[in-house]
T-cell receptor, first 115, second 114 residues
């Protein structure tokens, strides 16, 4: 099976702009979670989508949003970019077969730099 | 919300020695505890996990122990090798009724010295 893919891999934006990141999960996986990784804060949970519905959300401002399509692909949008949004954004997919089965497989990430 | 503390933040061991990384969590509802290994410039990869109904799990040179009463779990790597050098993250996950929330530890940078 192909792994989790993310596009683009690298992105440079300026403050105030918006950005959309894309994640394609492993075939058959219905859950996609998004994380922000920074050197100082580690891995921070943004949100999870399952069957096109947001199931849970981390402690991020409303500028961070996402959605999931019927084919399980997911997009994450960040509006009004700030310098502090510079980070590696990782998505992870999971089959989510049951509450007890939650192995996550990470994509390579999108490196976002805000100038 | 859940709070996960991970120690130490950096760890250097000689090749062949053992390495132990410890995590504590605050939410007793957490019931799934994965460990991820992230090599430099690469994505995190699941290396082992444990569920709340199990006290210990082993997979070759790595093992994880869970103490639900004390709310802590640990990763043990024996006979360390240079390729074990990476950042290791623990996580505590609450799964219930179709909802999940995962909290990661801040990571441990393990260096195995040949």
């Amino acid at each position: 099976k192909a792994g989790v893919t993310q596009t683009p891999r690298y992105l440079i934006k300026t403050r105030g702009q918006q950005v959309t990141l894309s994640c394609s999960p492993i075939s058959g996986h219905r859950s996609v979670s998004w994380y922000q990784q920074t050197p100082g804060q580690g891995l921070q949970f943004l949100f999870e989508y399952f069957s096109e519905t947001q199931r849970n959300k981390g402690n991020f401002p409303g500028r961070f949003s996402g959605r999931q399509f019927s084919n399980s692909r997911s997009e994450m949008n960040v509006s009004t970019l700030e310098l502090g949004d510079s980070a590696l954004y990782l998505c992870a997919s999971s089959p989510r077969l049951a509450d007890s089965s939650y192995e996550q497989y990470f994509g390579p990430g999108t490196r976002l730099t805000v100038t | 919300g859940e709070n996960v503390e991970q120690h130490p933040s950096t760890l250097s061991v000689q090749e062949g020695d053992s390495a132990v990384i410890k995590c504590t969590y605050s939410d007793s509802a957490s019931n799934y505890f994965p460990w991820y290994k992230q090599e430099l410039g690469k994505r995190p990869q699941l290396i082992i996990d444990i569920r709340s109904n199990v006290g210990e799990k082993k997979d070759q040179r790595i093992a994880v122990t869970l103490n639900k009463t004390a709310k802590h779990f640990s990763l043990h790597i024996t006979e360390t090798q240079p390729e074990d050098s990476a950042v290791y993250f623990c996580a505590a996950t609450y799964l219930s009724g179709g909802y999940q929330k995962v909290t990661f530890g801040t990571g441990t940078k393990l260096q195995v010295i040949p």
